[in-house]
């Protein structure tokens, strides 16, 4: 019997891009209601960028990020800003940023060794935000095939920041969404690599998928730290949508000559979140694979 869906491997090389690049449109628009900007922000001093995945895991709700934000700037304030809103236009006045009140929390952790970190809002502020947090259904582990699929990373480079906004005295984000593949194995220049626990992904300076489908050029990826890493599952059975992807990931650091992240599996933030409350320490890992061998 005939299969009613088209045979990618038969389909024209334009044929091809055009669907790549619908699907890092489509992405795009739904990964701006679940992704967000950190903003740290301290007297006298820039503010720092980092991203974020809103997730809610047994009723409560938490931002998957980086930890080196945090470790860095120890002193500082933060303010968390819906990826979709930035996009938006709504800026956050620079001078006094400090003065701005931080994004009330009720808990935050990290693991430094993993890089990996997570943020605690309150029912009433993660309602506020008005994101899209995405439980255990759109998380995914243990993955080694990834390098047969599309990776997706999901962020809020500063580079992308809005230079007259800046010259005004303001910061303006601007999401960022790109579609790329898994690297086999580790790079010869990575440092103390963990198998287990790093995945690398390519980050090429051509280009790639924009926000309305068109061809951009990757910026510096200071900012993107702390992005969701987002497997797109391009051999769904059925009926493609954006929801199809799943989390897999979280992006921690780069190589400046634009040919690699480095990510950090999400099982390692799983396990954090599983040892730091034990109260949802079930649910965490009833998502296959979370838990901790032995």
């Given at each position: 019997?005939?299969?009613?869906?088209?045979?990618?491997?038969?389909?024209?090389?334009?044929?091809?891009?055009?669907?790549?690049?619908?699907?890092?449109?489509?992405l795009w628009r739904n990964l701006c209601n679940t992704t967000v900007a950190i903003v740290f922000v301290e007297n006298g001093k820039p503010p720092v960028i980092s991203s974020g995945t809103c997730v809610q895991l047994g009723g409560?709700?938490?931002?998957?990020?980086?930890?080196?934000?945090?470790?860095?700037?120890?002193?500082?304030?933060?303010?968390?800003?819906?990826?979709?809103?930035?996009?938006?236009?709504?800026?956050?006045?620079?001078?006094?940023?400090?003065?701005?009140?931080?994004?009330?929390?009720?808990?935050?952790?990290?693991?430094?060794?993993?890089?990996?970190?997570?943020?605690?809002?309150?029912?009433?502020?993660?309602?506020?935000?008005?994101?899209?947090?995405?439980?255990?259904?759109?998380?995914?582990?243990?993955?080694?095939?990834?390098?047969?699929?599309?990776?997706?990373?999901?962020?809020?480079?500063?580079?992308?920041?809005?230079?007259?906004?800046?010259?005004?005295?303001?910061?303006?984000?601007?999401?960022?969404?790109?579609?790329?593949?898994?690297?086999?194995?580790?790079?010869?220049?990575?440092?103390?690599?963990?198998?287990?626990?790093?995945?690398?992904?390519?980050?090429?300076?051509?280009?790639?998928?924009?926000?309305?489908?068109?061809?951009?050029?990757?910026?510096?990826?200071?900012?993107?730290?702390?992005?969701?890493?987002?497997?797109?599952?391009?051999?769904?059975?059925?009926?493609?949508?954006?929801?199809?992807?799943?989390?897999?990931?979280?992006?921690?650091?780069?190589?400046?000559?634009?040919?690699?992240?480095?990510?950090?599996?999400?099982?390692?933030?799983?396990?954090?979140?599983?040892?730091?409350?034990?109260?949802?320490?079930?649910?965490?890992?009833?998502?296959?694979?979370?838990?901790?061998?032995?």
């Open positions: 019997m005939e299969s009613d869906y088209p045979d990618l491997a038969q389909m024209s090389k334009d044929k091809y891009y055009q669907i790549w690049q619908n699907m890092g449109a489509a409560r709700y938490f931002i998957a990020t980086c930890a080196h934000a945090i470790i860095d700037h120890p002193n500082a304030n933060f303010m968390i800003f819906l990826a979709v809103r930035l996009d938006a236009l709504i800026h956050i006045p620079a001078h006094p940023l400090a003065l701005l009140s931080p994004t009330p929390i009720a808990g935050m952790n990290f693991r430094k060794d993993d890089d990996v970190a997570w943020i605690e809002l309150d029912a009433d502020q993660a309602v506020a935000l008005g994101a899209n947090f995405v439980g255990p259904e759109r998380i995914e582990v243990r993955r080694d095939d990834v390098q047969e699929d599309c990776m997706g990373v999901m962020g809020t480079p500063g580079a992308l920041a809005d230079p007259k906004a800046l010259a005004a005295g303001d910061l303006r984000l601007i999401p960022l969404y790109y579609h790329t593949v898994a690297l086999e194995g580790a790079p010869r220049d990575a440092r103390s690599v963990d198998s287990a626990r790093d995945h690398f992904l390519a980050y090429p300076k051509g280009g790639n998928v924009g926000q309305n489908t068109e061809y951009v050029e990757l910026p510096p990826a200071h900012g993107l730290s702390g992005a969701g890493v987002w497997c797109v599952h391009v051999h769904h059975e059925g009926v493609w949508t954006p929801e199809a992807a799943k989390l897999t990931a979280i992006q921690n650091a780069w190589h400046r000559d634009f040919i690699w992240l480095r990510t950090t599996r999400i099982q390692a933030w799983l396990n954090m979140i599983a040892e730091d409350i034990p109260e949802i320490a079930s649910v965490v890992r009833s998502i296959a694979g979370a838990a901790r061998p032995g």
